[in-house]
């Protein structure tokens, strides 16, 4: 079965400093998909990132950067030089092939809350 | 309207009301999802429909009832309601071509406080 682990359920720091979100997945698939999303307070998800499992490549965009480890089962997201906007809740989420008529079941974790203080 | 919209944002409902949550996608898209996001728990998918047929059903009650008459819209049926249902139930739309799994774009949620 699909699993997916963000062990940090709370992370706190000063603005500006660099923050990394951990996430761990389990899933007996060699083609599957890791999402991450962002939960403001307003409530809406808003994607941040898709990556197939097999694309290793670590993605940079902005101040946001993806690492992603198939040895290690982990797919981290670092915010570099953090912002009291990015204060959020982050969800890390796991997709195996569509296997129900072109749609996808979307395994999530269960969150970090993201508090960056000014 | 842009994105995928959700009404009404908010509902307050007794266990004894019938009420039913509205989604619309404005991405064209042909697969579209119910999730409930309680306090203590992980976001939980709760239904799925492909080009407009339900293709799963995720053991939810059936106090719950979907229904999707197009691509772009998808209702949640609610009746007889119980007060663990209070959560946050959001909408979600993506476009799926068999084979790749393209991100799910989400409504604002609407949430429900069942009295």
């Known amino acids: 079965a699909q699993k997916v682990t963000q062990a940090q359920t709370e992370i706190s720091v000063v603005e500006k400093e660099d923050v990394t979100l951990d996430c761990v997945y389990e899933?007996?698939?060699?083609?599957?998909?890791l999402f991450w999303y962002k939960q403001p307070p307003s409530g809406e998800l808003v994607f941040l990132i898709r990556r197939n499992s097999f694309d290793e490549q670590n993605e940079i965009s902005g101040r946001y950067s993806w690492n992603f480890q198939k040895s290690t089962s982990s797919f981290n997201f670092t915010i570099t030089a953090s912002q009291v906007v990015d204060s959020a809740v982050y969800f890390c989420a796991l997709s195996e092939d569509p296997i129900i008529q072109g749609a996808q079941k979307l395994v999530f974790g269960q969150g970090t809350r993201l508090t960056i203080n000014p | 309207e842009t994105g995928v919209t959700q009404t009404p944002r908010h509902l307050v409902m007794g266990m004894t009301n019938k009420k039913s949550l509205k989604c619309e996608q404005h991405l064209g898209h042909n697969a579209m999802y119910w999730y409930k996001q309680s306090a203590k728990k992980p976001l939980e998918l709760m239904f799925v429909y492909s080009l407009e047929e339900r293709v799963e059903n995720n053991s939810v009650p059936s106090r719950f009832s979907p229904e999707c008459p197009n691509s772009s819209h998808l209702f949640l049926h609610l009746h007889t309601l119980q007060p663990e249902d209070s959560a946050l139930y959001l909408c979600a739309s993506s476009q799926d071509n068999g084979g790749v799994s393209y991100e799910q774009y989400f409504g604002p949620g609407t949430r429900l406080t069942v009295t």
């Open positions: 899933t007996r698939d060699t083609t599957y998909y």
